[in-house]
């Protein structure tokens, strides 16, 4: 099974500024997608983030926002630019290979003040 | 895209009893449809999954039915224990491995003493 480490697991950050949320897999993998998980809700995908290209975005999210990036088969950022209020959230790396089960990050709870 | 209703939001069962918690789809290109519980403060972990081409899978307490007529899956926990207290998660995908996973909104599980 892989093994996800995000970071940070936590961050207070002004409206305005920008956060990079790191997600780094112990072994090389097919896909990682990135969810926003709001205070007591579901997870919503984001995005999927492809190695060499651009990442592919859901309905209602858009790069100048969230924008990913994926250098190589075990590691990918989301930045969450421009933050306000509503923003805030649990932000949550995952990852699998075809055939195998899906791995989950223990989330990025950002808080935006 | 691929929608997902699960029910009910909220479930409260005696230690000992079993709960059931149960999900829709509504592609009908969805073959994949795991399951995860998510505990306070960590990301989402599989308990079970299965695929299309099975109409009911078992790992010891835990269970999941599968109607693809209906389009419609249920997860079954027996005896249950107070450690099953968490958010359970019902998703659907085109693939195991190969796509992006859509989640349920959740159920929260209370195992009462």
């Known amino acids: 099974s892989a093994v996800i480490s995000q970071k940070p697991s936590r961050d207070i950050c002004q409206r305005g500024t920008s956060l990079t949320i790191q997600c780094q897999v112990d072994?090389?993998?097919?896909?990682m997608f990135w969810y926003r998980q709001q205070p007591g809700q579901s997870l919503t995908l984001i995005a999927t983030a492809n190695q060499g290209s651009e990442a592919t975005y859901e309905s209602g999210f858009v790069i100048d926002k969230f924008p990913i990036s994926r250098p190589n088969l075990t590691f990918s950022t989301l930045t969450v630019s421009n933050m306000s209020p509503e923003d805030s959230s649990i932000y949550l790396c995952s990852a699998q290979d075809p055939n195998t089960e899906a791995f989950f990050g223990q989330g990025t709870r950002l808080t935006v003040v | 895209g691929e929608n997902v209703e699960q029910h009910p939001s909220t479930l409260s069962v005696q230690e000992g009893d079993s709960a059931v918690i149960k999900c829709t789809y509504s592609d009908s290109a969805s073959n994949y449809f795991p399951w995860y519980k998510q505990e306070l403060g960590k990301g989402p972990q599989l308990i079970i999954d299965?695929?299309?081409?099975?109409g009911e899978k078992k790992d010891q307490r835990i269970a999941v039915t599968l109607n693809k007529t209906a389009k419609h899956f249920s997860l079954h926990i027996t005896e249950t224990q107070p450690e099953d207290s968490a958010v359970y998660f019902c998703a659907a995908s085109m693939g195991l491995g190969d796509d992006k996973i859509i989640f349920g909104k959740g159920t929260r599980l209370h195992i009462l003493p």
């Open positions: 072994s090389q993998v097919t896909m």
């Open positions: 299965i695929r299309s081409n099975v």
